[in-house]
Every structure is written in structure tokens, then in C-alpha cells.
């Protein structure tokens, strides 16, 4: 089966623009992650989305971190304006269900540098 | 929240040693714990996990082993080989219906000729 796809796999802006990242994921996978993960660290969940429905999203800077993900398939995370701290790995990951069984599948990831 | 530490940060062992990397988490009520391999440049993938109610899991060269009274549990890869190099991610969740893994910080592992 296909893996879980983002794009754009590299990207770099200055400090105060805006981007954002699109994630597919595996086909039937109701329960979506954003994931952020800074170089030499794991990866730290943003948000969690059950079908369009957000069920965790704590640990999203809400200032500057929006993420959304209509008709509950692809979804897109943006940050609106970037921040040098911002740089990091944004994963993707997406599972058939929010059950502890159910075995999370990452993406390749976006690797963002903020200059 | 859960907080889960993971030591070493950096092992190195010789080809077909053995290697042990351990974690420690803080909420007493994780009861699923996923050990996650990212080799350089590529995604995490699950490699082994254990639920709260075993106390050691294999899988023909490794194993975790885990100990509810202390709040840590370990990944034991036996026989190490050059493709056994990679980051190793330990994680923790609540389980039920709560899916959120909490990642402990890493450990690189180079396995030498």
C-alpha cells in the first residue's frame, strides 16, 4: 500500500514569511498527526485529527500554527509568520484509528529552515 | 503531561554485540510503549512496542523488557549489524483512546565493523 506522501520535502524562508506543508495520508486512516521534530530531539505531537475533527491539538502555538484538514483526508499545517525557532522536521503521521493498538505511520517529513 | 527520558543519547558497539538502550516516563498510568528506528534522512518506523500488563516482548533480535514499578523499559538488540545504525526513539501513551505519543529524545546508535 501507499505510505503516507507530504510535499514539499525541503523548504527554506526568512523569519516572518508564511508556509505551509500538505500531508496524505494512507488510504482509510481516520486519525491524523502533525508531528514536530528539532534536530536532536523526538518528535513532539501538534495536533490530532480524528476524521475533520481535531482531538488534541495542545501543544500547537496557536499564535502563529494553524492546521486544518477538510473532507477528513489531506491535511495542511501552516505557520503564519515563521519564527528561527521554527525550524525543524514537520512530520506526518496517520493511523486507522485513535486506539493505542493502532500503529502510527509516519510520512518522509518536510525539513523547514528559517533564516 | 508524560515526560519520558532516554539515555544514552550516543551508543557504540562493535558488530555483533549487544546493545541496550533505556527510558524512563513519568505518568503511571502509560500503558503502551512503541519503540520507534529513524535511519538518517528517512521516517520513524515501528520496530517493537510492549503493553503495560507484559513484562518482556521479543522479536528475533530484539526485545523489550519493562518494569511498571520503576516507570522504565528497555530495547535489547542482540547480534548488532551495520544496518542496525540508526536513531532509536523510545515513546509512551496513555493508551484507550488517547493515541498521543510522548518521544523520548534519541539515541544514536553506530554499530562498528
Known amino acids: 500500500e501507499a505510505g503516507v506522501a507530504q510535499s514539499p520535502r525541503y523548504k527554506i524562508i526568512e523569519k516572518r514569511q508564511s508556509v505551509a506543508f500538505w500531508c496524505n495520508p494512507i488510504?482509510?486512516?481516520?486519525?491524523l498527526y502533525w508531528y514536530q521534530q528539532i534536530l536532536g530531539q523526538g518528535p513532539k505531537l501538534l495536533i490530532q485529527f480524528q476524521n475533520n475533527g481535531v482531538v488534541d491539538d495542545s501543544q500547537l502555538p496557536k499564535d502563529r500554527f494553524s492546521a486544518e484538514r477538510l473532507k477528513g483526508v489531506d491535511s495542511t499545517l501552516k505557520i503564519q509568520p515563521a519564527k528561527l525557532e521554527d525550524s525543524a522536521v514537520y512530520l506526518c503521521?496517520?493511523?486507522?484509528?485513535?486506539?493505542?493498538?493502532?500503529?502510527?505511520?509516519f510520512g518522509p517529513g518536510t525539513r523547514l529552515t528559517v533564516l | 503531561g508524560e515526560n519520558v527520558e532516554q539515555h544514552p543519547s550516543t551508543l557504540s558497539v562493535q558488530e555483533g554485540d549487544s546493545a541496550v538502550i533505556k527510558c524512563t516516563y513519568s505518568?503511571?498510568?502509560?500503558?503502551?510503549f512503541p519503540w520507534y528506528k529513524q535511519e538518517l534522512g528517512k521516517r520513524p518506523q515501528l520496530i517493537i512496542d510492549?503493553?503495560?500488563?507484559?513484562g518482556e516482548k521479543k522479536d528475533q533480535r530484539i526485545a523489550v523488557t519493562l518494569n511498571k514499578t520503576a516507570k522504565h523499559f528497555s530495547l535489547h538488540i542482540t547480534e548488532t549489524q551495520p544496518e542496525d545504525s540508526a536513531v532509536y526513539f523510545c515513546?509512551?501513551?496513555?493508551?484507550?483512546?488517547?493515541?498521543?505519543?510522548?518521544f523520548g529524545t534519541g539515541t544514536r546508535l553506530q554499530v562498528t565493523l
Open positions: 510492549i503493553r503495560s500488563n507484559v
Open positions: 488510504s482509510g486512516h481516520a486519525t
Open positions: 505518568d503511571s498510568a502509560s500503558n503502551y
Open positions: 515513546a509512551a501513551t496513555l493508551g484507550g483512546t488517547a493515541s498521543k505519543l510522548t
Open positions: 503521521a496517520s493511523s486507522l484509528g485513535d486506539r493505542w493498538y493502532n500503529e502510527q505511520f
